[in-house]
């Protein structure tokens, strides 16, 4: 079968770097990879951020490197977001995820673009980074990286198949190359016998959490509100039912594509259904706020609820990051 197909080729392009001496590529400054094995949905970007803001707090320059997956402005060269005091591009040149983690973490360089490599020392021969973030980064094998996070849901990798039948972009036995598995929505016996199932050493739970609306226009709800959820992510229902779950009114839903570029017809159709249901506006992901911006004036009141992932057991997952860090440092020779 086609899946049985992929999953195979998957795993040999993986095996092909991992047994030539010199396929990978390699940076100066140490490489943490933040990844997933399931195409969109897991919660990888807020993990990103989170650690990102760490590493600032530790004294570091991290540099995101983001491969500004659906941006529109694609050039040949690394595009830099953000040089660690400005945001330097808009959501067509930027990507909407690598321009919310700019944003979100304005200390940090984010710089996009398809390779890698050229990205990273962009970011350290002209930006000054003394460790790399390789976003969505399990599957990019041909730079080489100090450590391998992965972010799962709690049950997906126990249920899914690979693509084209299932969601996984690998089988899931390459699990067992990363060294931490973040399970999304398990409590932390769960995620510590996920991870060793799959043969990784430290799992550890997160939950996802929404925070207070801000507004994009027109203000924000008040408490308990009936509104219209609108996303363009990788699992919009999971936006709709953490909305349910904190007391919003969703009296209707428009879900989108992943990255979907929004269209002023778009948000006309999505007006309608605010004034059909009588809803105070419509409320929306950090991620989809971004693709509004270029519509300039909305037809209705919109605001964005930023999400954040709890984790209980951050300090043994940063501990993780740190002793990653000396050692790629010790290994290079490299200093911040």
């Keep these: 079968m086609l899946h049985r197909l992929y999953g195979q080729i998957a795993r040999a392009r993986r095996g092909w770097y991992e047994r030539r001496a010199g396929a990978q590529r390699h940076l100066a400054r140490p490489v943490i990879s933040v990844g997933n094995l399931s195409v969109g949905g897991t919660g990888k970007t807020p993990l990103v951020a989170a650690l990102a803001a760490w590493l600032v707090a530790e004294g570091e320059r991290p540099a995101i490197l983001s491969r500004g997956y659906a941006r529109r402005d694609r050039t040949p060269e690394p595009t830099v977001v953000s040089d660690g005091e400005r945001v330097l591009a808009d959501v067509f040149a930027a990507g909407d995820e690598p321009l919310m983690l700019a944003r979100a973490v304005p200390r940090a360089r984010v710089i996009v673009g398809a390779d890698r490599v050229a990205s990273g020392r962009l970011a350290e021969g002209t930006l000054g980074a003394t460790v790399h973030l390789l976003d969505d980064g399990f599957q990019h094998v041909q730079l080489a990286r100090d450590l391998d996070i992965v972010v799962t849901t709690a049950g997906a990798l126990s249920t899914d198949h690979v693509l084209p039948k299932g ?28 991870a060793a199932r799959f043969g990784v050493p430290l799992g550890v739970a997160a939950t996802r959490r929404l925070g207070a609306p801000v507004t994009v226009s027109g203000g924000v709800p008040p408490p308990g509100a009936r509104v219209v959820a609108l996303a363009g992510i990788g699992a919009p229902s999971q936006f709709v039912t953490a909305l349910a779950a904190q007391g919003w009114q969703v009296m209707a839903t428009r879900p989108f594509a992943d990255h979907h570029w929004y269209s002023a017809a778009d948000l006309a159709a999505v007006a309608r259904l605010v004034e059909a249901h009588g809803a105070w506006g419509v409320l929306t992901t950090d991620k ?30 940063t501990d993780q990051v740190r002793a990653a860090v000396a050692s790629g440092r010790a290994a290079t020779g490299a200093r911040p």
């Design 167 to 194: 969601r996984l972009r690998e089988p899931v036995d390459t699990l067992s190359r990363a060294a931490v598995l973040v399970v999304v929505g398990a409590d932390q016996a769960a995620a510590a016998a996920e």
């Design 288 to 317: 989809d706020a971004v693709r509004l911006e270029p519509l300039g004036a909305l037809p209705c009141a919109v605001a964005r609820v930023p999400m954040t992932l709890e984790v209980p057991r951050w300090a043994a997952l």
